[in-house]
């Protein structure tokens, strides 16, 4: 009677303001921690990139189905794609480079030349009247198997590149990278 004492409601402990007020900043925290999580992760994940592409850069990818390479003993290009996902995005398919593809009548024997040329690293052309490969950056001239053709300012024949018939009969191709402008044909790192 006229008691200025009034006591906490049965669902409220003593002193359980101060307590709920400390868990919703232990909450807001682990949250906001959380919350930097993924930029933190797709910064590592951004720094791994070109490790992970160098790893990927000696893999075998297929390139083209065995009949979209005509046995004409002319060499036709195709991209090489990479298909690159993680455990949040699905990139699209990443052009790596280009590979020139070339099979003698009534062969299965594929050879595959990488289309960038060893001097400077331009894309070479083929020119189908002269049945050889030009490269419209100084000139080069590289024959229908991939050898040079002297005077051309490529210190090298074009890089030749490891190809396999799949199971499912596509052509998978190495595809790797090469130093320029070296006689050298030395893969990059
Ligand atoms: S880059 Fe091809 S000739 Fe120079």
């Known amino acids: 009677m006229g008691s200025t004492h009034h006591d906490p409601p049965a669902d409220r402990p003593p002193g359980g303001e101060p307590r709920r007020d400390l868990l919703t900043r232990l909450a807001a925290l682990t949250c906001g921690g959380l919350a930097t999580l993924p ?52 990139f699209a398919s990443d052009p790596i480079g280009a590979v020139y593809l070339r ?5 299965e024997t594929v050879q595959a030349l990488s289309a960038t040329c060893p001097h400077a ?9 002269e049945k050889c ?14 050898g040079i053709v002297p005077p051309s300012p490529s210190p090298r024949a074009m890089d ?30």
């Open 121 to 129: 690293g331009c894309f070479v052309e083929v020119d189908p009247q």
């Open 103 to 107: 099979r003698e009548k009534g062969s």
């Open 39 to 90: 930029p933190v992760l797709a910064g590592v994940w951004t720094f791994l990139d070109p490790l992970r592409r160098k790893g990927a850069a000696a893999a075998f990818h297929p390139v083209a189905e065995l009949e979209a390479v005509p046995d004409d003993g002319l060499p036709r290009r195709f991209p090489v794609v990479s298909d690159r996902t993680d455990a949040w995005t699905g």
């Open 133 to 146: 490969f030009r490269c419209p950056c100084h000139n080069s001239r590289f024959a229908i198997d991939g």
């Open 160 to 189: 030749e590149l490891e190809c396999r018939i799949g199971p499912g009969g596509e052509i998978e191709v190495q595809w790797q990278n090469f130093y320029t402008g070296i006689a050298e044909k030395k893969a990059r790192s």
